[in-house]
C-alpha cells in the first residue's frame, strides 16, 4: 500500500477544528481523531460529540483513536457515528476480540494500539481480527513529544508478523512522526503516518503534508520489507 498521511487534531485549534481539518482535506488521507479520558493517559481532550460534529464537516474519513480506559464500552459507539477507522489499546480492553468485531461489524476498520513498553508478539494468534495496528513511538498523552527510537526494532518485527502471516494489515506510527523521523518510520515498515505538530506547528499544514508523503514514498522504495 502506499504511504498514507493522517494528521492528528490535537495538535489543532480546538476552538476551529472543522477550519483546520478543511486545511489538510486535499492533501492527507484521514483526520487522526485523539480521543483522551484523563485515566488511561493524563490528558483530557474530546469525546463522541465532538467527533459527531466534526463527522458533519470533514470530507476526509476519521480515524478515531481511543487513549481511553473503557474502549470495549465506547469503540463501537465511534464506529456506529460514522468514523471510519477505530483504534482501541490493547493495554486498556478488557475483551478486545469482542470489540475489534464490533467495530468492524458497524463498518469501521478495526485498529489495536500499543504503547512503546508493550511488546506485538503476544498479538499474533489475533492479527485476523485486525486492520490496523498503531504502534505508539511517543508514551501516549500530549503532542510534540520526542519521536522514540527504541520502538523502531518493534516497527520492523511487527512488519514481519504482518508479512508472515500474509495480512492486508495496515501500520500505524504515531508521536513525534516528522521530517526527521518518517524515513526511518517507512524503513521499518510502517505505512500509515500520523502527524500532529510537524503538520499543524507548520505555515501550510497542507503543503507539510506534501513533504511528508513524499518522504514517506521515497523511504518506502528502497525498504527492503
Ligand atoms: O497520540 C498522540 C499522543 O498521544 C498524538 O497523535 C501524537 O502525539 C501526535 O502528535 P505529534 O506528531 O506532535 O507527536
Not at 480506559?69 to 477505530?86: C, F, L, N, T
Not at 518510520?185 to 503516518?193: E, K, Q, R, W, Y
Given at each position: 500500500m502506499a504511504p498514507q498521511i493522517a494528521p492528528s487534531i490535537?495538535?489543532?485549534d480546538f476552538a476551529r477544528l472543522a477550519e483546520d481539518v478543511a486545511r489538510i482535506a486535499d492533501s492527507a488521507d484521514w483526520v487522526h481523531v485523539d480521543v483522551m479520558d484523563?485515566?488511561?493517559?493524563?490528558n483530557l481532550t474530546l469525546g463522541l460529540p465532538v467527533v459527531q460534529a466534526l463527522l458533519q464537516h470533514s470530507t476526509l474519513p476519521l480515524d478515531c483513536h481511543l487513549m481511553i480506559e473503557d474502549p470495549d464500552r465506547w469503540a463501537p459507539e465511534y464506529a456506529e457515528a460514522g468514523a471510519k477507522s477505530v483504534t482501541i489499546h490493547a493495554e486498556a480492553a478488557k475483551a478486545p476480540i469482542r470489540t475489534l468485531r464490533t467495530i468492524r461489524a458497524a463498518g469501521a476498520r478495526a485498529g489495536l494500539g500499543v504503547n512503546?513498553?508493550?511488546?506485538?508478539?503476544?498479538f499474533e494468534d489475533i492479527l485476523?481480527?485486525?486492520?490496523m495496528l498503531l504502534l505508539m513511538t511517543?508514551?501516549?498523552?500530549?503532542?510534540?513529544q520526542r519521536f522514540l527510537d527504541v520502538v523502531l526494532p518493534k516497527v520492523r518485527r511487527a512488519r514481519e508478523l504482518i508479512k508472515g502471516r500474509d495480512l492486508p494489515i495496515w501500520l500505524q506510527v504515531d508521536g513525534g512522526v516528522s521530517a526527521e523521523t518518517i524515513e526511518r518510520c517507512a524503513d521499518a515498515g510502517a505505512d500509515v503516518f500520523v502527524a500532529g505538530s510537524a503538520v499543524y506547528g507548520a505555515d501550510d499544514p497542507a503543503e507539510a503534508v506534501g513533504k511528508l508523503r513524499a518522504q514517506a514514498e521515497e523511504a518506502t522504495a528502497k525498504a527492503d520489507w
Amino acid at each position: 500500500m502506499a504511504p498514507q498521511i493522517a494528521p492528528s487534531i490535537l495538535s489543532a485549534d480546538f476552538a476551529r477544528l472543522a477550519e483546520d481539518v478543511a486545511r489538510i482535506a486535499d492533501s492527507a488521507d484521514w483526520v487522526h481523531v485523539d480521543v483522551m479520558d484523563n485515566h488511561f493517559v493524563p490528558n483530557l481532550t474530546l469525546g463522541l460529540p465532538v467527533v459527531q460534529a466534526l463527522l458533519q464537516h470533514s470530507t476526509l474519513p476519521l480515524d478515531c483513536h481511543l487513549m481511553i480506559e473503557d474502549p470495549d464500552r465506547w469503540a463501537p459507539e465511534y464506529a456506529e457515528a460514522g468514523a471510519k477507522s477505530v483504534t482501541i489499546h490493547a493495554e486498556a480492553a478488557k475483551a478486545p476480540i469482542r470489540t475489534l468485531r464490533t467495530i468492524r461489524a458497524a463498518g469501521a476498520r478495526a485498529g489495536l494500539g500499543v504503547n512503546p513498553a508493550t511488546p506485538v508478539d503476544g498479538f499474533e494468534d489475533i492479527l485476523g481480527e485486525i486492520d490496523m495496528l498503531l504502534l505508539m513511538t511517543v508514551e501516549p498523552g500530549f503532542g510534540g513529544q520526542r519521536f522514540l527510537d527504541v520502538v523502531l526494532p518493534k516497527v520492523r518485527r511487527a512488519r514481519e508478523l504482518i508479512k508472515g502471516r500474509d495480512l492486508p494489515i495496515w501500520l500505524q506510527v504515531d508521536g513525534g512522526v516528522s521530517a526527521e523521523t518518517i524515513e526511518r518510520c517507512a524503513d521499518a515498515g510502517a505505512d500509515v503516518f500520523v502527524a500532529g505538530s510537524a503538520v499543524y506547528g507548520a505555515d501550510d499544514p497542507a503543503e507539510a503534508v506534501g513533504k511528508l508523503r513524499a518522504q514517506a514514498e521515497e523511504a518506502t522504495a528502497k525498504a527492503d520489507w
